[in-house]
């Protein structure tokens, strides 16, 4: 019976700490991205590494900050209000689509801009 107990109590603490961790884990505040230095990229660059190998891209890529430059080929609204621009590529089929945070901002089609 005490052997039991024990065993119980062990798989209890340990159940508690890794509970703990885990929460301490996906509570923690993320980085900063606006203050860190980004990635410049062509927007064609990035479709093309993309298209060449999509897990090499998402390595080198996902989750960083980058500041993609290229020419404005679609500005439109998205169904929150916000605008959308679609940075053209060589490929006639695929572009890089960004969704701008700041409200009222907008870029004319045709023109280059970076988005970060």
Do not use: H
Not at 21 to 28: A, D
Not at 63 to 83: C, I
């Amino acid at each position: 019976m005490k052997r039991i107990f024990w065993i119980i109590l062990v798989v209890v603490v340990v159940a508690v700490g890794a509970g703990t961790l885990g929460v301490t884990y996906w509570m923690k505040p993320g980085d900063n991205i606006e203050r860190a230095d980004a990635l410049p990229i062509k927007a064609d660059d990035l479709v093309a590494a993309y298209g060449r190998n999509e897990k090499m891209a998402d390595q080198t890529y996902l989750g960083k900050p980058l500041a993609v430059f290229g020419t404005v080929e679609k500005v439109a609204q998205n169904q929150d209000g916000q605008t959308t621009v679609l940075l053209s590529s060589s490929d006639p089929m695929t572009g890089v689509f960004c969704t701008l945070r700041d409200k009222g901002a907008t870029a004319p089609q045709g023109t280059t801009i970076t988005v970060r």
